[in-house]
């Protein structure tokens, strides 16, 4: 079992067992041993979980699998087991959790965007409208009038606050998507545009590839989507070495636009690596993590200057926003020094997690393709 597998397992709060394909347990921490009188060497207790993973293992099901589990007797609790494949062969991890411990968690977030999204969002928004008043009102900064620093600091309170109400409206379950058809080169355009002030400080050379081509427009909301090509923009500009290239391609792929970016740097933040970027604050768990360090673990390492830039809202609005109309980010080489994020839009599939097609949108999908198809055609026959 691999180290950092047992080292999870150790701290968690919710139980955590270790099985073979056959269900024996290798390894229980003390909340696994606790919840379910898991016992290395035996059998995993519970009969239905102990199917589950049978079916698992012959790939009747896929993973992760969860089983409701039914609350000893005398207990108010149920708990929720979930079966997931481990790295090292032959190995698969049951964790174990209350149902009510859950539910606590999923209201108090909820709860917490709601008090963001309706009791905090007209005064972050006027804070913000203040705060570009006061700009031209502030006059040349001296030792006894600070004023300037004061406003950066207050514009960069006031940009976290922002995405904190973004963020608030994104995580609803019935946030809401337009269904506008929107070509796609014009969003990276305007995204471009609302970045440029920071490519430009950083001194960075854009190059943007197919802006030009024939692509199929996209559907859903044009100010959410452009915000999330913003975002993924600044990212990669906050985290590019200066002079260096910015590179952006847009492609069609079947029913799919593929937008790629990609820095000549790091497009995330040093010993970030397998981290979830698209958990939101993960950076603030990245940070409490390397200030928890035993000093010994930081002999010889520079401290990471970019853990300060922020809290980690921007790429989880990215993947909530994407993941809304339908599409995906992905980061296949977050190991690598050159990071590159790609962001697939479909061109015409349905929204809302629907899935069929209703007739409008389908008749606007069928016409758009079809005009492509005849360019592309013609194209053909002309180079012929």
Request: glycine share 6%.
């Amino acid at each position: 079992m691999p180290l950092n597998d047992i080292v999870y397992a150790k701290v968690s709060n919710d139980g955590v067992v270790i099985v073979n394909p056959q269900g024996r347990v290798q390894y229980a921490n003390v909340a696994g041993s606790a919840l379910l009188k898991a016992v290395p060497g035996q059998n995993f207790p519970d009969a239905r979980v102990l199917k589950g993973l049978i079916d698992l293992v012959a790939g009747y099901l896929k993973p992760p699998v969860s089983i409701a589990i039914a609350p000893a007797a005398g207990a108010q609790d149920g708990q929720i087991a979930t079966i997931s494949p481990l790295p090292l062969p032959g190995t698969y991890a049951i964790t174990i959790h209350n149902v009510q411990e859950k539910s606590f968690y999923e209201t108090t977030l909820r709860n917490f965007f709601d008090f963001l999204d309706i009791d905090l969002a007209a005064p972050i928004e006027r804070f913000s409208r203040g705060l570009e008043s006061l700009r031209h009102q502030i006059p040349v900064e001296t030792e006894d009038n600070p004023g300037e620093s004061v406003l950066a600091e207050g514009r960069a309170i006031s940009l976290c606050l922002q995405r904190l109400k973004f963020l608030a409206v994104l995580m609803k379950t019935k946030a809401l998507v337009d269904q506008e058809r929107l070509p796609i080169a014009e969003m990276v355009r305007d995204a471009l545009e609302a970045c440029s002030a920071r490519v430009a400080a950083r001194r960075l050379s854009v190059h943007v590839d197919g802006l030009d081509k024939e692509l199929p427009p996209v559907y859903g909301s044009r100010s959410w989507l452009t915000r999330a090509l913003a975002e993924l923009i600044d990212n990669a500009t906050r985290y590019s070495p200066e002079t260096s290239a910015l590179e952006i391609s847009l492609r069609c792929t079947g029913t799919h636009v593929l937008v790629h970016f990609r820095n000549h740097g790091k497009f995330l933040p040093r010993h970030l690596g397998s981290h979830p970027v698209f958990v939101p604050f993960h950076m603030v768990a990245l940070y409490l993590k390397q200030k928890r360090m035993p000093p010994r673990a930081l002999v010889g390492r520079e401290p990471d200057p970019t853990l300060s830039s922020g809290p980690g809202l921007g790429l989880p609005m990215c993947e909530r926003i994407v993941a809304l109309h339908g599409g995906k980010i992905q980061a296949p080489n977050l190991e690598d020094e050159n990071v590159e994020f790609v962001l697939e839009i479909p061109t015409g599939a349905p929204t809302h997690g629907d899935e069929v097609l209703d007739i409008r949108q389908a008749q606007r999908y069928a016409k758009d393709m079809a005009t492509i198809m005849q360019r592309m055609r013609h194209r053909r026959e002309r180079s012929g």
